[in-house]
């Protein structure tokens, strides 16, 4: 016989892991031809050993199955267990009362007074010696006893019939109830009437709070909206529509002021969730209108008292003269030049900027055609509808950054220009190089004496990234501008030009790698698409970040090798790396870094004190390597190797080869003495060590730590 392992676990009262693992351990389940879920089919000896097992499980399921069929069909009745617990909350109540007085007048039958009830919502409780009893009713919940105190129904006596198997009992005249009920519906209305009295009083004073009388002279007006300011909070009124007398206002509020066109109190109701408020009984608009026309009127008859003889010419796009700031409007000749015996008109005007000047010939069309210049015969008077022109200038700013046909003319006209670039100070640039990248850090050693560095900037796809002009030496009256990006990814720019077109060509190299319109400029440099000419140059490179070494061989071969590799490139001062060279570090190179930094910077301080700013100086270039510190001695050189290790043997073995080569393998100088700075002082067998190397090798070589001043013998 085959049968699911499901229908077994049913009818066995079973678990699925326990069918399971007893077959396991009898040997009776194959875990290669059966699978474990709940649908695998059982053959006959594993359902009989299964059965033989738990049967006896079966029965007691098949027992518990039988009882609860017993319990619902009525067959077998279970006493409810009364539970000791928690008194109910009417229990509670009558535990804390005195007992009702009440005579008995039959076995069931009690008179008592009515007051002398206990009223809660749908219950009227009659505490007896013996026991509570209750009467509930959903129409009660009204009625309190408070209310029914000093009425006449309230005193009168009421017989009660007491159910004392359910402790409750009921009125005898039905009557009676009908009447207290009446009684507390007559009293809940008057409380409900009393109530809605209340809450209209409160709605009335809280509008009274939100209602509040302004003077139209402390408002603000605007082409969409007018705001007005109640305590320390401004509250707004949107049109929901675009009023060019409202724009009017804004421009000739103080004039309206002090003709008194706005001198009117009105009441307003505000909203504090949202910061709004609406006028009570006042139409805004139709009253801006009206000031409106009263101002235009106003202003016209000003004019015409002023000058009876005044012209009229119309305004277009060439009358107006665009500033940051503001616009000049002019009168034009016949010939289209600015009549300047004429003063213009000058408009203040936030949307007004210099650049705007480039978008003229592509919103041209789009200019107001009902513009008109009223003038005399020295100065313009006014123009019709310049709402309307402001509007239009609004127009071409929302347009600045788009990138339309004009984009690249407007970016070219708003970029920085050279002479800002070139007025930061010398400690800026130096604070901007510090060891920006090792191609930087040598152009900045190489730099030539009566040349600055200029910090720049380059634009990539639309992208500005910085980068500085440095200019280096060279035998002849040549000199070489390089414009060197901060990324050390981007090749270096070389440019070769006579000493006398300096100024000419760094304005065209940075005017061309400046230019929003030029796509791939690097490119262009590197297939030599322009002719030295467009940069006042001889000629013109681009050198590739090979590595320090290889790139710097090229630069010097543009320079006829002129500024020789080994030598010592001293440069006085503390130079140490910024925060952005170890960003990338892990934590255990970022603490060797630090402690690094602060070793150089107490041995940098000790020195000075002893050889004065000028002789001493940090991350020196020595041929294309750097050293830590170099302390300069008229022709000599002292150098200093830093090394953060605890161990000083350690120190010694890792900056004795470093340091010996180089001074004997990369640099031409004298070099005098050499340092090796650890944290800590050497014993006695450093000190014995170094000493044989002196004496035999004739290698000035010592070890010190930062703060062993003292120690130093010169």
């Known amino acids: 016989m085959s049968i699911r392992i499901n229908k077994v676990l049913k009818e066995l009262n079973i678990g699925f892991q326990t069918a399971i693992q007893f077959l396991q351990e009898r040997g009776l389940w194959s875990s290669e031809e059966q699978e474990l879920n709940l649908n695998t089919i059982l053959e006959g000896n594993q359902y009989q050993a299964l059965v033989n097992a738990f049967s006896h499980d079966k029965e007691i399921k098949e027992a518990a199955d039988s009882l609860k069929t017993d319990i619902k069909s009525g067959n077998l009745f279970i006493p409810k267990i009364k539970k000791r617990g928690k008194k109910s909350k009417i229990e509670k109540i009558a535990s804390k009362l005195q007992p009702t007085k009440f005579k008995k007048i039959g076995q069931d039958k009690i008179a008592v007074s009515l007051k002398d009830l206990i009223f809660l919502d749908m219950y009227i409780l009659l505490n007896l010696p013996d026991r509570c009893y209750n009467f509930e009713s959903p129409q009660l919940n009204s009625i309190e006893r408070e209310d029914m105190k000093g009425r006449t129904l309230f005193d009168c006596e009421i017989i009660l019939i007491l159910d004392r198997k359910n402790q409750t009992f009921k009125f005898e005249e039905g009557s009676v109830l009908s ?91 505000i909203n504090n969730s949202v910061k709004i408020f609406r006028f009570e009984d006042f139409n805004l608009l139709g009253f801006i209108e009206t000031t409106y026309q009263k101002l235009k009127t106003r202003e016209l008859s000003i004019v015409d008292n002023e000058n009876k003889d005044s012209f009229s010419s119309p305004c277009g796009i060439d009358n107006v003269d665009f500033h940051d700031g503001f616009y000049y409007l002019w009168v034009l000749r016949n010939d289209g030049e600015k009549d300047t015996k004429i003063q213009p008109l000058r408009c203040p005007d936030i949307n007004s900027f210099e650049c705007l000047v480039y978008l003229k010939k592509y ?137 006398d077109n300096y100024e000419q060509c760094i304005i065209l190299i940075f005017d061309y790698f400046t230019n929003y319109g030029i796509a791939n400029k690097r490119l262009g440099i590197r297939q030599k698409v322009n002719t030295p000419d467009k940069f006042a140059a001889l000629e013109y490179y681009a050198i590739d970040h090979d590595n320090l070494q290889i790139w710097s061989n090229k630069v010097l071969n543009l320079l ?18 910024n925060s952005e060279m170890v960003r990338n570090l892990s934590k255990e190179q970022q603490v060797v870094y630090h402690l690094h930094n602060e070793i150089m910077t107490i041995l940098y301080k000790n020195l000075l004190s002893i050889f004065g700013e000028k002789n001493v100086g940090t991350e020196i270039h020595i041929g294309q390597k750097r050293i830590d510190l170099v302390v300069k001695r008229n022709d000599k050189f002292d150098l200093y190797e830093i ?38 002082k050497a014993g006695g067998i450093e000190n014995d060590y170094l000493d044989k190397i002196r004496q035999e090798h004739h290698l000035n070589i010592y070890y010190r730590t930062a703060d062993e001043v003292d120690f130093y013998d010169y």
């Not at 109530?195 to 605007?222: C, D, G, H, P």
């Not at 009223?374 to 008077?381: A, C, G, L, N």
């Not at 009256?477 to 901060?486: G, L, Q, R, S």
């Not at 006085?572 to 790396?577: F, K």
């Open 179 to 269: 009447q207290v009920i009446n009684v507390g519906k007559i009293i809940e209305t008057r409380k409900e009437k009393e109530a809605a009295e209340k809450r209209t009083v409160q709605k009335a004073i809280a509008k009274e709070r939100k209602r509040k009388m302004i003077s139209l002279a402390n408002m603000f007006f605007y082409s969409t909206s007018a705001s007005v300011k109640v305590g320390n909070v401004r509250y707004t009124l949107n049109y929901n529509q675009f009023s060019i007398a409202s724009e009017y206002i804004k421009e000739h509020r103080e004039e309206a002021i002090k003709l008194g066109l706005l001198n009117f109190h009105k009441y307003i109701v």
């Open 363 to 499: 919103f041209a069309d789009r200019m107001p055609s009902n513009l008109v210049l009223h003038y005399t015969s020295d100065k313009i008077q006014y123009v019709d509808h310049r709402i309307d022109l402001n509007l239009y200038i609004k127009v071409l700013r929302s347009n600045l950054n788009v990138k339309g046909g004009w984009w690249i003319d407007v970016q070219n006209a708003r970029k920085r220009k050279i002479e800002n670039c070139r007025k930061n100070s010398k400690n800026a640039i130096q604070k901007e190089l510090s060891l920006k990248n090792v191609y930087i850090d040598y152009l900045s050693n190489h730099q030539a004496f009566n040349y600055e560095i200029i910090k720049v900037y380059e634009v990539l796809s639309s992208i500005e990234e910085d980068c500085f002009l440095f200019t280096l030496q060279s035998k002849d009256d040549k000199i070489a501008i390089v414009y060197e990006n901060i990324n050390p990814s981007r090749a270096s720019e070389v440019f070769i030009i006579d000493r």
């Open 560 to 577: 006829n090798e002129t500024v020789t590799a080994n030598r010592i490139q001293f440069v006085s001062g503390l130079r140490i790396a």
């Open 643 to 680: 090394k953060t290790s605890t161990d000083v043997r350690t120190c010694i073995r890792q900056a004795f080869g470093q340091i010996v080569d180089y001074a004997y393998y990369e640099c031409e100088d004298f070099i005098d003495n050499m340092y090796i700075i650890g944290p800590d």
